[in-house]
Structure formats: C-alpha cells, structure tokens
C-alpha cells in the first residue's frame, strides 16, 4: 500500500465525483475531458496554485499544512470520513501515527482481558462481539456466538467479517442488503488502511480478498472511506428469520484500534422478540472466550 499512489487515487477519485455546479462553477459550452472538476478548479476553490495542487495530487502530500488539507477537503466537498482519511493519509507521509494510534500493534493476546470478559458476559439482552481493525472477530458474548453463527461456524481459522462477506456464500443468505454491507465493509477497510498503512496482517487481507473476489477488487478501487459509528442493518439469521439491530461501536481505549460492537432492538419490536428468541436458544453455548488461529477458544 504505496502512500503516494494512495493519495494521489484518493484525490483523483474525489476530484471526479464533484460536479462544477455543485461547486457553485459554470458549466461552460465546451466538453469537458475530465470527470467532476478539474485540477485547476480544485486549485481555485482552495485558494493555491495549480502547481501546488498539481504536487499534492501526484501523492506529495508530505509537509502540507493543515489549513491547506482543509481548504482542499472544502472544494472537493469532503464528508467527515473522507476529511479524516485525507488527514490520515497526510500523518502516513510524515510519519507520524495516526489518529493517536500506535504504529506497531502488540501481539493478540491468548484470552479477552477478564474485566472486558465480565462486561461482555454481563450484556445479556444485546449481541456484543469485539472486533480489530483488520475485521477480524475476537471476543463475543452467548448472544453474540449464536447470531454470528453462520460466520463462526464450528472451529477453523479465526473468524473474520471481510472474508465471510466476500468469501461464504452464506453472506448472502445472511445480509439481505449484501451489496450494502459489502461497500461499507470495504470503505471501513480503506479507512483502516489511511490510519495505518503498514499494517501487514491487513495488507495481506486486501491482497487475498482483491485475488479472490472480483467484487471486492472493483469496490476497493473506487478510494471510498466510511467511519462506522452507528445506524440500523437488517439480517437473515439462520435461526429466526429477519432481525432489524441498531448497533454502537465503542472504542476499546484500552486495545488502540479495537472495538466494541453492541446491536440492540427496539423494544416491543418483532425483531427484539426474535432476538430474546435466539438468546433462549443459546443458552448452552460458549460465551466470551476469545477466537484464535486454529479455531481454539
């Protein structure tokens, strides 16, 4: 993951989804050669020279101020995780850790830490599952082993969202939005990929998913970033059918980079039925231990 060619993709991509008109310019009678805007229009709205721009789109985007990175954020009418990107990728080429990560993550360790292990145990109504940045699921309570079943399976290697997304067939049957899924599950990665790009267990990643899935390839390529924060997802379980979850990710402070996800339904729901219906049905089931290669717990 060259930063330079990560830049300049991810500007180039940017610059050519913005319509003059939304940026409050002028068509113009003659034919536009270029998608969106073009460099010198970028320039303008950012207020430096083309040259300047020119340089930064060509990936040296070492030493830009941030009020630069911010003007140029306004013209191509950045959302806040395409800003947070582009400052990610600018931190890269100076060396510096992003978004107050460090560098080098230390080695997983063998088991949840046993006051996270407790707090999961203790969400008894909600699926809570701990994930780290390169999709791999780590830790997840009864609630959450029985509605990520399809996904866990019965032992092999450690779980992982991305290859279950792009790789099981099951996906399919499991998310009933999978093209939904599958562009957020990729513009989560690329996000990922701008906060620490030397991460090699998540280079790999993209480069199995980019030989294996053509999908995968084509959504990577198209430099979209998303901070996945909160919403709603709609599921098929295997189990009890249809579930519509809202879900929170909580940062880990104590694990830089991991995180943990909480879906809950509205109360009086039929989907928060159904999940009482799925808790009843995992009593029995291994709880909070943690996933590791191998398929030991």
Not at 176 to 200: K, Q, T, Y
Not at 219 to 240: C, D, E, Q, S
Request: with cysteine; aromatic share 6%.
């Amino acid at each position: 993951m060259d930063n330079r060619a990560e830049v300049r993709e991810f500007l180039m991509s940017r610059r050519a989804k913005v319509a003059p008109e939304a940026a409050g310019l002028p068509q113009g009678v003659s034919a536009r050669r270029v998608a969106g805007l073009r460099r010198s229009e970028v320039a303008m709205l950012a207020g430096v020279s083309v040259e300047y721009y020119a340089k930064l789109e060509r990936g040296a985007i070492a030493g830009a101020s941030a009020s630069v990175l911010d003007a140029v954020a306004i013209a191509l009418r950045l959302d806040d995780a395409e800003r947070a990107h582009l400052l990610d990728l600018a931190r890269a080429a100076d060396g510096i850790p992003s978004s107050g990560r460090a560098r080098s993550r230390p080695a997983r360790p063998s088991a949840p830490r046993m006051s996270l292990e407790w707090a999961m145990t203790a969400i008894t109504d909600a699926v809570a599952v701990v994930r780290d940045p390169r999709q791999d699921l780590l830790a997840f309570n009864a609630l959450g082993r029985a509605f990520y079943s399809p996904m866990i399976g019965d032992g092999g290697r450690t779980p992982n969202f991305a290859r279950f997304q792009f790789l099981d067939p099951a996906a399919r049957d499991f998310y009933p939005d999978w093209d939904l899924f599958a562009d957020m599950c990729v513009s989560i990665m690329r996000a990922e990929a701008g906060r620490n790009p030397h991460d090699r267990g998540l280079q790999d990643l993209v480069g199995e998913l980019s030989t294996r899935s053509e999908v995968f390839r084509t959504l990577w390529a198209a430099h979209n970033v998303r901070i996945h924060g909160a919403g709603t997802k709609r599921f098929n379980h295997p189990v009890v059918g249809e579930v519509v979850l809202s879900y929170e990710e909580l940062a880990i402070t104590a694990e830089p980079g991991n995180a943990l996800l909480v879906y809950t339904a509205e109360p009086g729901s039929p989907s928060a039925e159904r999940l009482r219906l799925l808790a009843s049905w995992s009593v029995g089931t291994v709880s909070t231990a943690p996933v590791t290669e191998g398929g030991e717990r």
